[in-house]
Nanobody, 121 residues
Framework: QGLLAESGGGLVQTGDSLTLSCAIS????????LGWFRQAPGKEREFVAA????????YVPDSKRDRFAISRDNYKNTLSLRITNLSPEDTGVYYC??????????????WGQGTQVTVSS
């Protein structure tokens, strides 16, 4: 198991909800943020959401706010991403990442291996 280990992906149907989890075995500074990216087939990796580890400030693009919710559990060292009303356009590999938030994205310095989410129509 790596320093960031995603779980919770799988095959779901349109309209379903899904929660992805990331187990964190990484030591990082107080200014760090944890977040999620996704990469759809044939497309570039896309920033989804981030949250500061200390304080819990959330960074979610406006285009993602209605269906994506990020949370963290500092005691369990886990990061979660809740996705509702899934559609085939959400299909892709979802990555957990750690770094610093700037320029409206997470400047990731650590990556997980990713978890596949496939949404059937």
């Amino acid at each position: 198991q790596g320093l960031l280990a995603e779980s919770g992906g799988g095959l779901v149907q349109t309209g379903d909800s899904l929660t992805l989890s990331c187990a964190i075995s990484l030591q990082f500074g107080s200014t760090y943020a944890l977040g999620w990216f996704r990469q759809a087939p044939g497309k570039e990796r896309e920033f989804v959401a981030a949250i500061s580890w200390i304080g819990g400030a959330e960074y979610v693009p406006d285009s993602k706010r209605d269906r994506f919710a990020i949370s963290r559990d500092n005691y369990k060292n886990t990061l979660s991403l809740r996705i509702t009303n899934l559609s085939p356009e959400d299909t892709g590999v979802y990555y957990c990442a750690a770094g610093t938030y700037s320029r409206e994205t997470l400047q990731a310095q650590h990556w997980g291996q990713g978890t596949q989410v496939t949404v059937s129509s």
